[in-house]
């Protein structure tokens, strides 16, 4: 196993009370961070990087993500979450993408992120029509490619909640369409163990609401046993708030308590409509919540209780959601939207999200929201896995002052980036990545959003029924006057 000795290096530490250590060297060994200090000795083997000039701080999280999105970024605009959702699923089904294509996409978002200092994602993966093993395997595949610290959460549901919640209560019967994911999942755990992968993989319930009891209960229950995360969409958009309050009096959160699918193996992507009980809940249980501040402000969801969820005590990580509806799969341009939007959310100072707020939330707590990375990356400290990005301030931070705000505030989408190592191996070096052909991939990648392209124009503004009862609902939840946010 390669040793990397990494010389005269500034440490972004994520210490409040020293953030910045200079002059350090960084011994990687094994794909371990083995010591971060002034004087370190290496052995004589060790390849030696030179890094005065440069900033190592710990590779970014992406804790909430759709790779192969990817494919229809920036295809829509104003439209809310429930409607916007059916127009890509109804043009995935068309695509019918097979293994090779899912790839490909996948590889391209993983490609950007690397680009961009992330270097642990999860992926949400959904597809039409149906999960397969195969198709599993080539998300798998663009991470060892790529060399990213991947986990994939297929996502399963059984029923369609806005169909049901839109129905008056006594014509409303549990009416579930299984769709296949247990073998298929325990096939691609039986491969990641054998295989001691670095990619790991947890179980996605689509969102709650779209759930049955039955099928959530089989989730916790295998989660306990197999000893995996859990991650799920949570209240993100306004109908969901509604169905939630029609479906479940006690509170949505309140009932996945009573079926003990609230517990520290859980992260909950978005939570933007959760009430004071609901933060209660997950704050007691050791929930995470993955913050998603560009795809809620793009899709018009509102504005999650950071705050709120941070004076309870409630883990708060950040993601990028699909590239269709944030467009890109950058975690610096997130840290920078949270500290923002927190402005806007609350009037108190104290509660705003600093610039050291927001990247513990880009790194450690993404890191703690997945069982898996847990006290393992999201730290440049020694017995850490070597996940960390080598950065290299150009014009855009100059002067450099203040790195730790300067990260935040103005390096725009990472371009000081520079190099990138994942379980230490260089997996980007002086901008290019090692395991990528980029110009391959853009002659792979072309092709297929122009097919999607031509599909999706077929597609939109044609409404299924999930979606009608969606703008229905809407139309009508925007006569109540609830107030927007
Ligand atoms: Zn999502």
Same mark, same amino acid.
């Given at each position: 196993m390669t040793r990397i000795l990494l010389e005269d290096v500034t440490?972004? #530490?994520?210490? @409040? +009370?020293?953030?910045l250590l200079e002059r350090q060297r960084i011994l990687i060994d094994g794909g371990v961070i083995a010591a971060v200090a002034r004087r370190v000795d290496a052995p004589l083997e060790a390849r030696r990087i030179d890094c005065s000039g440069m900033i190592a701080m710990p590779g970014l999280v992406n804790a909430h993500s759709h790779l192969t999105e990817i494919l229809q970024r920036s295809f829509r605009d104003n439209l809310p979450m429930e409607i916007w959702r059916g127009e890509r699923a109804r043009t995935e089904e068309r695509a019918r993408l097979g293994p090779e294509e899912i790839s490909a996409a996948? %590889? *391209?978002?993983?490609?950007?992120?690397?680009?961009?200092?992330? #270097?642990?994602?999860?992926?949400?993966? /959904?597809?039409?029509?149906?999960? /397969?093993?195969?198709?599993?395997?080539?998300?798998?595949?663009?991470?060892? &490619?790529t060399g990213i610290r991947g986990v994939l959460v297929p996502s399963v549901r059984d029923r369609d909640f806005v169909r049901m919640a839109s129905l008056p209560a $006594?014509? @409303?019967?549990?009416?579930?369409?299984?769709?296949?994911?247990? %073998?298929?999942?325990?096939?691609?755990?039986?491969?990641? &163990?054998?295989?001691?992968?670095l990619s790991g993989l947890m179980l996605g319930p689509s969102s709650p609401l779209n759930c049955s009891d039955g099928l959530l209960r089989e989730v916790a229950a295998m989660a306990q046993r197999l000893d995996l995360g859990i991650h799920t969409h949570l209240l993100e958009t306004r109908l969901q708030s509604w169905a939630a309050a029609r479906l479940y009096p006690g509170t949505l959160c309140g009932h996945l308590a009573k079926l003990g699918f609230l517990s520290s193996r859980l992260s909950a992507a978005h939570g933007v409509w959760l009430t004071d009980r609901e933060i209660d809940l997950l704050a007691a249980s050791g929930a995470s919540v993955v913050h998603n501040p560009a795809s809620n402000l793009k899709l018009g969801s509102g504005i999650a209780p950071v705050a709120k969820l941070r004076n309870r005590g409630v883990n708060v990580a950040l993601?990028? =959601?699909?590239? =269709?509806?944030s467009d890109t799969y950058s975690i610096f341009e997130q840290m920078k939207l949270a500290a923002c939007l927190s402005r806007v959310a609350g009037t108190n100072p104290d509660d705003w999200v600093t610039a050291e707020d927001a990247l513990a939330m880009g790194t450690v707590n993404g890191a703690e929201a997945i069982p898996a990375w847990r006290g393992k990356i999201g730290r440049i400290k020694s017995g850490y896995r070597a996940d960390l990005v080598l950065l290299k301030p150009g014009l855009r931070l100059r002067p450099l002052t203040d790195p730790v705000r300067q990260l935040v505030f103005s390096a725009g989408g990472g371009d000081a980036v520079h190099t990138v190592l994942v379980d230490g191996k260089i997996v980007l070096e002086a901008g290019r990545l090692t395991g990528v052909d980029e110009n391959a991939l853009s002659r792979r990648i072309e092709p297929l959003g122009k097919k999607m392209? +031509? *599909?999706?124009?077929? %597609? @939109? $503004?044609? &409404? =299924? &029924?999930?979606? /009608?009862?969606?703008?229905l609902l809407y139309r009508r939840l925007n006569r109540e006057k609830r107030a927007p946010l």
């Open positions: 440490v972004l #530490t994520l210490d @409040r +009370r020293k953030p996948a %590889e *391209l978002a993983c490609a950007e992120m690397l680009k961009s200092g992330v #270097t642990a994602v999860v992926d949400h993966f /959904s597809t039409r029509p149906g999960l /397969s093993v195969p198709k599993m395997e080539a998300i798998l595949s663009a991470f060892e &490619r $006594n014509r @409303r019967k549990e009416r579930t369409e299984p769709e296949p994911w247990r %073998e298929e999942v325990q096939e691609i755990i039986g491969r990641l &163990r054998r295989g001691r992968s993601g990028t =959601d699909g590239g =269709d509806t392209y +031509r *599909l999706y124009r077929l %597609e @939109r $503004n044609k &409404r =299924d &029924r999930s979606q /009608s009862a969606a703008a």
